[in-house]
């Protein structure tokens, strides 16, 4: 590719970021967004609209394939703990994600497909954990935590 850029729908679909190429088939964009949120992109390769299949791809109301942005989900609690899960409803509780250990705790990249609120819960240690760096709620007998995707 000569020229890629990229276009998110909180931006009108304006395609005005261009890419940085930071190696043979390798390129990086860095941008900030202001909280998590369902946040549709595609890809402008030499002028061609595409979407990545490194990415989860959803369909939006004019039936078009667009890709969605990761969003890190964090566990700030227990740097030195063995392993951390986060467990979500967005899959009906079915699997753990395995969260990666960083410098500051422990990270996991999800997407969250469309616009709404997402309940999940931390697995540290063998025990059931919520994070007060993420607003909670209580759901019957349990307290989860949740997140608000614009």
């Not at 276009?7 to 088939?25: K, L, S």
């Not at 500051?104 to 709404?116: D, E, I, N, Q």
């Amino acid at each position: 590719a000569r020229t890629v850029m990229i276009a998110f729908d909180i931006d009108g679909w304006v395609p005005t970021h261009f890419m940085r190429q930071v190696a043979h088939h390798r390129w990086e964009l860095v941008r900030h967004f202001p909280a998590l949120q369902a946040i549709q992109f595609k890809f402008i390769v030499d002028g061609q609209w595409v979407t990545s299949p490194d990415y989860t791809v959803v369909h939006d109301h004019h039936f078009e394939n667009n890709t969605i942005v990761p969003a890190l989900m964090r566990w700030e609690g227990d740097v030195d703990a063995s392993d951390v899960f986060v467990w979500m409803d967005i899959d009906h509780w079915k699997r753990p994600h395995r969260m990666r250990r960083c410098q500051k705790g422990w990270v996991l990249m999800t997407t969250f497909p469309k616009p709404g609120s997402y309940q999940f819960k931390f697995y540290v240690n063998g025990e059931w954990r919520i994070s007060n760096k993420y607003e909670a709620i209580q759901c019957g007998p349990y307290v989860n935590n949740i997140v608000h995707c614009r």
